[in-house]
């Protein structure tokens, strides 16, 4: 391979969202006084959490509706009634605490310092500008990476061909010396993919893969590759 950029996903690839994201629900609700089971609340969120985040992707919801919906949707399904003020306020600390708390898989730094001696890296991610810079710093990942190309600076969300070849000219880059490594099918691997980059699948619950598609569950995996 003729790989000069190497290019990450973040959220569920380097960064531990669900073991933050959590941490953060725990803080929000006892500042706010939420009568739950916080376990019961995540075991739910999680799945709806993705679901809008798909349709989020999809250009079918904004980004208030995402942060919305998948509040309400939740306690609709846990049958909690809670105010559209509560939900609102909930809304906005869940985004300004999410960033404090950073878990990160296993094997990142070490990968990355492995990674960044020859090829240049960069992220590609479909989370929001004023968290996912507060991410990478707080974490102490922006040492390693060139560029930092988010969905709202190119306009469109991965999948969308458009974000990758933005990417691509940000970073000065081609596809064919180009990889992307993600955890998610749809967005980040055959995104990629259809634009011509190689790709790595960060399979970390070892789904059944295509045999042409190179696939790791764990971080350390990728040195069999680059």
Do not use: C
């Not at 458009?162 to 055959?190: C, H, P, R």
């Amino acid at each position: 391979m003729n790989i000069k950029h190497i290019f990450f996903d973040l959220d569920h690839t380097l960064w531990d969202f669900e073991t933050n994201s959590d941490k953060a629900f725990e803080v929000i609700f006892e500042k706010h006084k939420v009568k739950v089971s916080l376990q019961k609340f995540l075991n739910y969120y999680r799945d709806i959490n993705q679901h809008y985040w798909k349709l989020y992707r999809e250009e079918k919801i904004s980004k208030n509706d995402l942060r919305y919906g998948r509040l309400k949707d939740t306690f609709d399904k846990i049958k909690h009634n809670v105010s559209d003020d509560l939900i609102h306020n909930l809304s906005v600390d869940y985004i300004e605490v999410l960033p404090e708390n950073n878990e990160l898989f296993e094997g990142t730094h070490q990968i990355l310092e492995h990674l960044s001696t020859n090829y240049k890296l960069h992220i590609i991610t479909n989370g929001f500008n004023e968290v996912q810079y507060k991410k990478i710093e707080n974490s102490g990942l922006n040492k390693y990476f060139d560029k930092i190309i988010t969905s709202e600076d190119a306009g469109v969300k991965k999948p969308n061909p458009i974000i990758f070849n933005y990417a691509l000219k940000v970073a000065n880059a081609t596809s064919q010396e180009s990889i992307m490594i993600g955890d998610n099918w749809e967005a980040d691997i055959m995104g990629a993919k259809n634009v011509g980059f190689d790709v790595i699948y960060f399979n970390y619950y070892s789904q059944p893969v295509s045999e042409n598609i190179k696939s790791v569950t764990t971080l350390e995996q990728i040195k069999k590759y680059l």
